[in-house]
């Protein structure tokens, strides 16, 4: 049996309020939660990031991880802003050959999201993208630490 993930896709409504046919982005993308934290798969990223659909990507990550772990809704979307920054600025290497990415964000590092103004210590969220470990700090610094 394999694993349960949602998938989604991102739709365009047009200035009437109708939805238009052709996927925005998500094509292929899906994630999914497990015991060990928080996992998305995005088709392609080349979808997420164009600046038509970056800001609904920095939502829809927002949305999930607030409903991953509630407590962590006034800082969600600052924390997705800065992973699709982190994402836009830094060399990336691709997973996959059809230009997919994979993001990946443990369960520590979501509690850290929501303590991390209260404890400045916890300000370096790690997240995992595509394999490499990053630091991600609300104060725009980023650390490149390791690939495992």
């Known amino acids: 049996m394999g694993k349960m993930v949602w998938k989604f896709n991102v739709l365009r409504t047009n200035a009437k309020g109708g939805v238009e046919k052709d996927i925005t982005f998500g094509n292929n993308s899906y994630y ?3 015991h060990t934290g928080l996992h998305f798969h995005f088709g392609s ?13 920095i939502w829809f990550i927002a949305n999930v ?3 991953t772990c509630p407590l962590a809704t006034k800082q969600s979307s ?12 830094e060399n990336i290497p691709y997973s996959n050959e059809d230009d997919s990415i994979n993001i990946f964000i443990s369960w520590k590092s979501l509690a850290m999201i ?11 969220i790690t997240v995992h993208i595509n394999g490499y470990c990053y630091n ?9 630490i390791n690939q495992f």
Do not use: C, G, S, Y
């Not at 929501?114 to 370096?124: A, Q």
């Open 65 to 67: 991880i607030d409903f």
């Open 32 to 34: 999914w939660i497990d």
């Open 136 to 144: 991600i700090t609300m104060q725009n610094r980023l650390i490149k």
């Open 114 to 124: 929501t303590e991390h103004r209260h404890i400045p210590e916890l300000d370096n």
């Open 78 to 89: 600052t924390f997705a802003d800065k992973l699709i920054q982190t994402i836009k600025t």
């Open 45 to 57: 990223l080349n979808e997420i990031l164009t600046d038509e659909t970056v800001d609904a990507t």
